[in-house]
């Protein structure tokens, strides 16, 4: 279980850094500025603590399933829980995107391989 926990930190913040540089692609599209250092380690140490939820024991062979849900619990506290988010369509949609198709997508899937062979990716 320490292993699994380890692993899924690990995958976490790599993941987030899938997301960082999907936002830093992102928001020159929308006129915003950069991702700042700030955010950038706020961004990982989030994704670490949501790729916890890999550890329980659903839908292990599915981990793309795993990712999308995991992904989507994160968008949706980070818009009902935190707050940190005004809630319009654009965001809704860029969320979505980074936090499922970049963070969630990239982290499940080096779980899945992590766990799931002999320690080699």
Known sequence: MLRNITI????GFIGSIANVVAIYLINPLQGLS???HIFIYKQVFWGGL???LYCLPFL???????????????SLCTFFVFQTIPVT????IKALMV???AWGGCSSFLFYKATMSDNTL
């Open 8 to 11: 899924a930190l690990g995958t």
């Open 34 to 36: 950069q991702p700042d």
């Open 50 to 52: 949501w790729a916890l």
């Open 60 to 74: 292990k062979q599915r981990w793309f399933i795993k990712g999308i849900a995991v992904g989507f619990i994160a």
């Open 89 to 92: 369509p654009i965001n809704i």
């Open 99 to 101: 936090n499922i198709v």
